[in-house]
């Protein structure tokens, strides 16, 4: 049981490290690692029946980032 929490938690940490880390440097790996890290936690959370169901959209908003900055760099590529 106790693996299963340090796995969990060490998802945790680096969803969200590669999370700021990929906002800061623009960087479209950092928020895939991001997103692929979410996914079990936003999975866990998409059960309860209360407020903490809005942190599955996690992943989600972590996509919409991506195609954001895609957009954007191609825009600037075309200018």
Do not use: C, D
Request: zero cysteines; charged letters at 10%.
């Amino acid at each position: 049981m106790n693996l299963i929490v340090v796995l969990w938690q060490s998802a945790l940490i680096i969803s969200f490290l590669s999370f700021f880390f990929g906002l800061f440097t623009k960087s479209k790996t950092s928020l895939l690692i991001s997103f692929f890290t979410s996914l079990p936690i936003a999975y866990y959370f998409f059960g309860a029946n209360n407020a903490f169901k809005l942190i599955a959209l996690f992943p989600i908003i972590t996509l919409l980032i991506i195609y954001l900055f895609y957009r954007h760099e191609k825009r600037r590529v075309e200018s």
